[in-house]
């Protein structure tokens, strides 16, 4: 390698040297300016972001057990066992449902883990309920945990009266 060579490969290294520590040098600034920035904002900076909210839990819609006085209403509803093991599905409605006279079927069922039971409610409105006055109470089964289903029991307005024809 000749002299001039060896001149010309070093000064290509110093200018490669030169940009690479005026990068680091550029990196560094800029990473200590930004240093400074979040120690002047002080405690502010170490505020933890606010927590989010729980997702709101979804409305259970209400089952509606209506039909006009003294006819029976019915609604089923499924359940699933995910307690791990057989149990008997025991289901109660609320005071003020089993005041009004709703039952639930079948009461008592066995249910293996993973299955799904079906039940019906069936109730019936009587003449002394007001047609803009529902009952509202709930359903759950026991031992399937605290989630209670709501029910309305509604009565309906009746038939009109066929007018009958004068001859």
Avoid: C, W
Wanted: net charge positive; aromatic share 6%; no cysteine.
């Amino acid at each position: 390698m000749s002299n001039s060579q060896f001149k010309e490969l070093f000064g290509q290294a110093m200018r490669l040297n030169m940009k690479y520590y005026g990068g680091l040098f550029d990196v560094t600034r800029d990473y200590l300016g930004a240093l400074r920035d979040l120690a002047e904002k002080g405690a502010a900076a170490d505020t933890p972001p606010a927590p989010r909210p729980a997702p709101a839990a979804p409305v259970v819609q209400p089952l509606i057990l209506a039909a006009q006085a003294n006819k029976i209403a019915s609604a089923s509803f499924a359940v699933t066992n995910n307690t791990g093991k057989e149990v008997a599905a025991d289901p109660a409605v609320s005071d003020a449902l089993a005041a009004a006279g709703v039952k639930v079927e079948p009461a008592g069922r066995m249910v293996a883990h993973g299955e799904e039971a079906v039940f019906t409610l069936k109730g019936k409105p009587t003449g002394k309920m007001k047609l803009d006055q529902d009952i509202h109470g709930s359903v759950s089964v026991h031992p399937f945990g605290n989630r209670e289903i709501p029910v309305v029991l509604r009565r309906l307005p009746g038939a009109a009266a066929a007018k009958a024809k004068k001859p």
